[in-house]
């Protein structure tokens, strides 16, 4: 997420120096103590001369990180939703294969994108394909969705966390396999991890029309 920092954690009546982060779960502060808050527990957060005032539980905690407190309070008091991580934006192309997430339909119906009935032969020029792949067999799949997506588009393979059927090192091999780089990953959902995959810089072909 790009959000840590050394800082100087203030929380009743001590102070402890030591290094911040802001996960996609907890404010987490490591140092001479140890501090993890769970975000979904904060019912404040804002920033004042570069601290973070945090209040939580009926507890209160600062964080002095500096010029970025104010970026800090905004994402806690506003968090991205899973299409914002997902880089999904209105107008696009979308494509949902096997996803068979209710949930992540009906978001992607609230942010006007088009999503296409299906992988049609011939098809391309889609912005983004969410392809799940619940076992290694299933990557075999890549180099065809590698060619169904526009230039600057993304395959992004939503996989079970923890599975042994299918793995994070065997997910990367297929795609590169396929041509393809990752670039990001995102937690999908409590159960399934999604992976970015897009074409590499110096591969790509202008596209037309």
């Known amino acids: 997420m790009g959000y840590d920092a050394a800082c100087t954690l203030r929380l009743e ?52 990180i ?40 009906a978001e992607l119906g609230g942010r006007a994108v088009d999503v296409v009935p299906g992988l049609s032969r011939g098809a391309g020029g889609l912005d983004a394909i969410f392809f799940a792949a619940d076992n290694r067999k299933a990557l075999e799949r890549l180099p065809r969705l590698k060619a169904a997506i526009q230039p600057a588009g993304a395959v992004w393979v939503v996989r079970p966390k923890g599975q042994k059927t299918i793995t994070e090192a065997e997910t990367m091999a297929a795609g590169k396999r396929a041509g393809l780089v990752d670039v990001k990953v995102v937690s999908f959902s409590e159960t399934h991890t999604a992976e970015k995959f897009v074409i590499p810089l110096a591969r790509r072909k202008p596209a037309h029309g």
Do not use: C, Q
Not at 21 to 47: M, N, Q, Y
Not at 66 to 75: P, Q, V
């Open 13 to 64: 009546g001590t102070t402890a120096r030591g290094t911040a982060w802001l996960e996609h779960k907890d404010l987490v502060f490591r140092g001479p103590r140890r501090l993890s808050i769970p975000l979904a527990s904060i019912t404040s957060a804002t920033a004042r001369g570069g601290v973070l005032h945090v209040r939580y539980g009926g507890r209160s905690a600062e964080f002095e």
């Open 66 to 105: 500096g010029e970025s407190a104010a970026k800090w309070a905004a994402r806690i008091t506003n968090p991205p939703s899973r299409l914002d991580k997902l880089g999904v934006k209105a107008g696009m192309r979308v494509l949902v294969l096997g996803v068979g997430d209710r949930s992540f339909e």
